[in-house]
């Protein structure tokens, strides 16, 4: 079975659709979405209605759903902004597909959870390995995936139990060892943060075992576009073509 793993799509309907087209065409049966699905874009509606037909999606909440619903969640002023513009564009049925997402979902050998499988309402930012052990403990499986950072990476802890991490190469399958434990950061669909703006989502080959993570190029201007005429922060229109 093959997975393909999406996160932090923020509202950005090009991405996405360039990843669930590739996905497709590289034989993903079902899609996994790790949250945070809206904010800083200026399609929510259309990213949100391609997602809920995607076959078998399963998605689990991320920090920016929860801020249309919790208020605490955002605290920057121009986050807030495009929630509350983001909430005006939602249809009751489309709020209900994120209000309804748990906090974490568990499927076989692994953990699917925006951002930390320890205390996951707490939004906790795992930048390194030293950030990773509460979230190895907590997850009780051999995988988590994770989201969040916006930046694609891959801790492991070996039977030595020290954690270490790696940086992804684009394409290039990363076979998992069975006697290591992981946490994967699928990076972004719609906001990536490592200096390329390549959208970043991740197959899962259930039955080989491997990951590979795929950085596709996508039209961010027609995107950035779209946020400056929706009088979003143009910051938000700005920060895509740098992957930043
Ligand atoms: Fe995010």
């Given at each position: 079975m093959k997975l393909a793993i999406l996160s932090?799509?923020?509202?950005n309907l090009e991405a996405l659709t360039v990843c669930v087209r590739h996905a497709e065409a590289h034989g993903a049966e079902r899609f996994i979405c790790l949250g945070d699905?809206?904010?800083?874009?200026?399609d929510p509606a259309p990213t949100l209605r391609l997602l809920m037909a995607l076959p078998g999606i399963v998605r689990v909440r991320g920090n920016h759903d929860e801020a249309l619903f919790r208020p605490v969640t955002v605290r920057l002023d121009d986050i807030r902004e495009a929630i509350d513009w983001t909430r005006a564009q939602l249809s009751e049925d489309l709020l209900r597909f994120l209000s309804e997402a748990p906090y974490v979902y568990r499927e076989g050998d692994a953990t699917y959870v925006h951002?930390?499988?320890?205390?996951?309402?707490?939004?906790?930012?795992?930048?390194g390995p030293q950030d990773i052990g509460p979230c190895l403990a907590a997850a009780g499986t051999p995988l988590t995936f994770i989201g969040h950072v916006h930046v694609p990476r891959v801790f492991y802890e070996s039977a030595d139990g020290v954690i270490r991490e790696l940086e992804p190469h684009p394409d290039v399958p990363i076979p998992l060892s069975p006697r290591s434990r992981y946490v994967i950061n699928?990076?972004?669909?719609?906001?990536?943060?490592?200096?390329?703006?390549g959208a970043c989502y991740v197959l899962y080959d259930t039955a080989a075992g491997e990951i590979t993570f795929h950085r596709l190029s996508y039209d961010y201007f027609a995107t950035a576009e779209k946020i400056r005429a929706a009088g979003l922060n143009p910051r938000f229109a700005e920060r895509l073509a740098q992957g930043r």
């Open positions: 932090d799509i923020h509202s699905c809206i904010g800083y874009g200026a951002a930390s499988a320890s205390a996951p309402e707490q939004w906790t930012y795992l930048y699928v990076g972004s669909v719609g906001q990536p943060r490592d200096g390329n703006s």
